[in-house]
């Protein structure tokens, strides 16, 4: 069967390493510097630690991590790869732009890598149910079949290098952005004293955005931190020239605000929390 390699074992990269090795894969991971947390989820996904050298001996290597770490991953699997005669495909699956995709893609210059651009639009892999889906750039020899084999849902876009990274910041632009849009202004309803009044008013005009806001803000608290960068990405995705830019700058913003919070004092979460819980209809 497959033998892969995943760097990054948070919930999404363990995720998909537990669906791989479910279905009789072997997933290599460095887990060097990492926290004891880490460990333990890439233990109980089935992941085997290997030293840096050994990622190499995979047949495809996969960086699923934050954003902000994309760049020095992929030098990390360039300097393993320039000294192996035949070193194996490396798939980028990062909320990073095309332009970071371009950068990151310079660095295996000369080391003979198939570098292939990649993007994951859902949740975590969960056992007995569909997706994530991922979307793949620039595979034309194919690389991202053994995946396919092995559980997980590939689509292939005919776009060169940067396609697959474009499509996962406009989607995460509308999705993150959604919740970000949602969190700030619940939070400036309660500071105004207006929070109840916006709760009844979503809820009986906007019932599916009210839906929506309900799961996806509780949901994002523990995954803050790791939406600033993407924010940051789709800015720069948008460019200097379109004013929207400044929009995902401030949703960086928020983001990164509320990261502290969760971190520290909790008391903007639970302004969200109580803002969120469901209204009592009376006896």
């Given at each position: 069967?497959?033998?892969?390699?995943?760097?990054?074992?948070?919930a999404?990269?363990?995720?998909?390493?537990?669906?791989?090795?479910?279905?009789?894969?072997?997933?290599?991971?460095y887990?060097?510097?990492r926290?004891?947390?880490?460990?333990?989820?890439?233990?109980?996904?089935?992941?085997?630690?290997?030293?840096?050298?050994?990622?190499?001996?995979a047949e495809?290597?996969?960086?699923?991590?934050?954003?902000a770490?994309?760049?020095?991953?992929a030098g990390?699997?360039?300097?393993?790869?320039?000294?192996v005669?035949?070193?194996p495909?490396?798939?980028?699956?990062?909320?990073?732009s095309p332009?970071?995709?371009?950068?990151?893609?310079?660095?295996?210059?000369g080391?003979?890598?198939?570098?292939?651009?990649?993007?994951?639009?859902?949740?975590?892999?969960?056992?007995?149910?569909?997706?994530?889906?991922?979307?793949i750039?620039g595979?034309?020899?194919?690389?991202?079949?053994?995946?396919?084999?092995?559980?997980?849902?590939?689509?292939?876009?005919?776009?060169?290098?940067?396609a697959?990274?474009?499509l996962?910041m406009?989607?995460?632009?509308i999705?993150?952005?959604?919740?970000?849009l949602?969190?700030?202004?619940l939070?400036?309803?309660?500071?105004?004293?207006?929070?109840?009044?916006l709760?009844a008013?979503?809820?009986?005009?906007?019932?599916?955005?009210?839906?929506?806001l309900?799961?996806?803000?509780?949901?994002?608290?523990?995954k803050?931190?790791?939406?600033?960068?993407?924010?940051?990405?789709?800015?720069?995705?948008l460019?200097?020239?379109?004013?929207?830019?400044?929009?995902?700058r401030?949703?960086?913003?928020?983001?990164s605000?509320?990261?502290?919070?969760?971190?520290?004092?909790?008391?903007?979460?639970?302004?969200?929390?109580?803002i969120?819980?469901?209204r009592?209809?009376?006896?």
């Amino acid at each position: 069967m497959p033998n892969f390699a995943i760097i990054g074992a948070g919930a999404m990269g363990s995720a998909v390493a537990k669906r791989l090795v479910d279905h009789g894969a072997t997933v290599l991971t460095y887990l060097e510097g990492r926290s004891e947390q880490t460990i333990a989820r890439a233990a109980a996904a089935g992941m085997a630690p290997v030293g840096s050298e050994d990622l190499a001996k995979a047949e495809l290597i996969l960086s699923i991590v934050p954003p902000a770490e994309a760049i020095s991953v992929a030098g990390l699997v360039a300097e393993i790869s320039s000294r192996v005669r035949s070193p194996p495909p490396f798939i980028d699956l990062n909320a990073i732009s095309p332009k970071t995709m371009q950068a990151l893609a310079a660095r295996f210059e000369g080391c003979g890598v198939d570098v292939l651009d990649g993007a994951i639009i859902g949740g975590p892999p969960v056992p007995g149910r569909p997706g994530p889906t991922i979307y793949i750039s620039g595979d034309t020899a194919g690389r991202s079949r053994l995946l396919v084999d092995c559980g997980l849902t590939v689509r292939r876009l005919d776009g060169p290098l940067g396609a697959a990274s474009a499509l996962k910041m406009c989607y995460a632009g509308i999705n993150k952005g959604f919740t970000g849009l949602g969190a700030a202004m619940l939070l400036a309803a309660s500071r105004s004293g207006a929070a109840e009044s916006l709760k009844a008013e979503l809820t009986d005009s906007l019932p599916d955005f009210e839906r929506k806001l309900s799961k996806s803000i509780p949901d994002m608290y523990p995954k803050a931190y790791r939406w600033i960068a993407e924010m940051q990405e789709i800015a720069d995705f948008l460019g200097e020239d379109d004013p929207a830019a400044t929009i995902f700058r401030g949703m960086a913003g928020v983001f990164s605000k509320l990261a502290e919070d969760v971190e520290g004092s909790h008391a903007l979460v639970r302004q969200l929390d109580d803002i969120l819980a469901p209204r009592e209809t009376g006896a």
